[in-house]
């Protein structure tokens, strides 16, 4: 016999044994790391005591062999509060596979408003949409920016096992090849100069979110101390780079937006979160792609954010479907409808995509 309950305490070592069991060759954390995590995002977070529990699939021969982490996020839509369900790491035994829909439709049927994942694979997009989900393709698509062309495309060669001794020999002539580049005049992968930014705290950051993130109808509420958790949490998906937090200001040294990405020499730059006043996307934008060159990046990639569409066009930005989608279920059609029609300010951190579990073991070289 087979039952979905909360997660309690207890269930922590036989989470974390499952972990080690279904993604075994994918993740170099030991126990005791997996232990902790799993303790500190879903039994620890700022929120957690909400009416709502990350969930766990017991057999009574075989206890644990399902898992499902949910950490409950508060919004408002239109100034009413919700609550939003963010589902991650789902994880089922090889051979209890089937147990799979009823950990996800107990999920599903909890008394969130709005429940969410931006981490899912295709198999759990189809079940998704199956049990009455749906995604959302304006937080589907994502972007890129070009810094170093050359070394971009060899980045992306460096992570294929086939292509990593081609791209290996390739990575001199590319850096040439970006330099002179970047030296030419009407090259589209200039970037302008920008003054130096200012490091956010989790202080400062409300106060850019309070004054000049976008009016959308559904949008996060933080509050200073989730805030500290997020960064704090943010700042160790140490495999993309180092978390930069960075305050936007003009000419007039008026604040005019912030972004947030992680930054490491030789790879791309991922940006977690952006906002900026609605006279200055460009502004912010043009900091980024110079911080970021300045600091090595071969490209900047996000998910799009539809005030920034106008902007990111402009400077010759690519969009893609290569991120994973944004899935969302909800009894409440006003919900879908915000989210799929652009009405919500919903970034990587207030997903699970920020949620740092997984360490790839064989990294590419950004040597």
């Known amino acids: 016999m087979n039952r979905v309950r909360p997660l309690v305490s207890d269930d922590i070592p036989a989470v974390a044994a499952l972990h080690a069991s279904v993604f075994s060759e994918s993740s170099e954390l030991s126990t005791e790391e997996r232990q902790h995590y799993l303790r500190q995002v879903f039994l620890e977070s700022p929120w957690h005591g909400q ?5 766990v699939s017991e057999d009574a021969q075989a206890g644990v062999v399902g898992f499902l982490g949910v950490v409950p996020r508060p919004m408002s839509l239109n100034g009413r509060s919700i609550t939003v369900a963010v589902g991650s790491q789902f994880m089922v035994a090889p051979e209890h596979r089937g147990l799979g ?3 996800l439709k107990t999920f599903l049927s909890g008394p969130q408003h709005l429940s969410i994942t931006d981490g899912a694979s295709r198999v ?3 079940v998704w949409k199956t049990l009455g989900g749906t995604d959302s393709p304006l937080h589907s698509i994502h972007w890129t920016r070009p810094l170093r062309p050359t070394q971009y495309v060899c980045s992306l060669m460096a992570q294929r096992a086939a292509m990593a001794r081609l791209a290996t020999v390739a990575r001199p002539l590319c850096t040439a090849l970006d330099s002179l580049m970047a030296g030419t005049g009407r090259s589209p992968f200039r970037v302008s100069a920008a003054p130096a930014g200012e490091e956010l705290t989790a202080e400062t950051l409300l106060d850019c ?3 000049l993130a976008p009016r959308a109808g559904l949008r996060p509420v933080y509050d200073c101390a989730s805030m ?4 704090a949490m943010a700042s160790r998906k140490t495999h993309l780079g180092q978390l930069h937090r960075v305050q936007v200001r003009n000419s007039a040294n008026e604040v005019v937006g912030w972004y947030l990405c992680y930054l490491k020499r030789g790879r791309s730059c991922e940006v977690l979160q952006m906002a900026g006043r609605r006279d200055a996307p460009e502004l912010v934008l043009d900091h980024l792609f110079f911080h970021a060159w300045r600091n090595g990046a071969v490209a900047v990639s996000g998910r799009l954010q539809a005030d920034f ?3 990111l066009k402009a400077k010759r930005c690519l969009f893609h479907a290569a991120g994973s989608p944004l899935l969302i279920y909800s009894r409440d059609h006003q919900l879908i409808d915000a989210v799929r029609g652009g009405d919500a300010f919903l970034t990587r951190l207030d997903g699970e995509w920020w949620m740092p579990f997984l360490r790839p ?3 590419p070289s950004s040597s």
């Open 124 to 126: 759990l997009l189809k």
């Open 209 to 211: 979110f309070d004054e």
């Open 228 to 231: 500290k958790w997020l960064l």
């Open 101 to 103: 829909i009823k950990l």
């Open 309 to 311: 569409f106008d902007a």
């Open 361 to 363: 073991v064989h990294a």
């Open 51 to 55: 009416p709502l529990s990350s969930l």
